[in-house]
């Protein structure tokens, strides 16, 4: 059981350009979640999804896009990438909403010089 | 709407016993706990659902005070593999299927 997988672990990006950062999930979770976490700080939502179609904004989504075409894979799009995207990006997933636990991705360290 | 987490920061020596605490200014449906060694991903401890109750495994317990909104968790007899960061991570009574909304964590070193 693979559980949360995220790929690339690292990756520098020169500002302007854009990538995309891959999650995929294997256990069958309805709910998927991008996190951004600074240094120092706490974990804020980029995006979420309830379902393979949903997606819905979190506290923090501009310069970001995502997509959920299946079940598994939710990606994160970076267009444009500015310095203020440097950080690390995890990615999460759970059953349901409510009083679940979320199984966290290994993260994404980006930087953007 | 963040969660206001208390301390920021604690150093311990083994064995002692340390304290953190999560509040909220709305009512609270649950609260998660999460450590996060430096470099990895979090790592989920527990969960408290609204009803005043105390979790806990091994030397790691929680409680959750309904009335307050608050959640404390302690930390008994630390060991240095305690060290790290712990995030509480709130779901608001009120909001329906808004995910967890994290607080700024606590930063936990314990030394021998």
């Known amino acids: 059981n693979a559980g949360v997988t995220q790929t690339p672990k690292f990756r520098i990006l020169k500002i302007g350009q854009s990538m995309t950062l891959q999650c995929a999930q294997d256990?069958?979770?309805?709910?998927m979640y991008w996190y951004r976490q600074d240094p120092g700080m706490g974990l804020k939502l980029i995006y979420y999804s309830v379902g393979a179609g949903i997606t819905d904004k979190g506290e923090v989504p501009n310069g970001y896009n995502v997509s959920r075409s299946t079940t598994e894979d939710f990606p994160l799009r970076l267009e444009l990438a500015a310095p203020s995207q440097t950080s690390v990006y995890f990615c999460?997933?759970?059953?349901?909403?409510?009083?679940?636990?979320?199984?966290f991705g290994s993260g994404t360290q980006l930087s953007v010089l | 709407q963040q969660p206001v987490q208390s301390p920021q920061a604690v150093i311990l020596r083994e064995g002692e016993d340390a304290v953190i605490n999560c509040s909220s200014s709305?009512?609270?449906?649950?609260v998660h706990w999460y450590r996060q060694k430096h470099g990895e991903a979090p790592i989920f401890l527990m969960i408290?659902?609204?009803?005043?109750e105390q979790k806990g495994h091994d030397k790691i317990s929680a409680s959750f005070n309904e009335k307050k909104q608050q959640s404390s968790l302690y930390l008994t007899a630390s060991q240095l593999s305690y060290s790290g960061t712990y995030f509480c991570?709130?779901?608001?009574?009120?909001?329906?299927?808004?995910?967890?909304?994290f607080g700024k964590g606590t930063r936990l070193s314990v030394i021998a």
């Open positions: 408290l659902l609204k009803g005043g």
């Open positions: 709305k009512a609270l449906y649950s």
């Open positions: 991570g709130t779901e608001y009574l009120a909001s329906g299927n808004t995910p967890l909304v």
């Open positions: 999460a997933s759970n059953l349901r909403s409510r009083g679940e636990k979320l199984f």
């Open positions: 256990m069958n979770h309805n709910y």
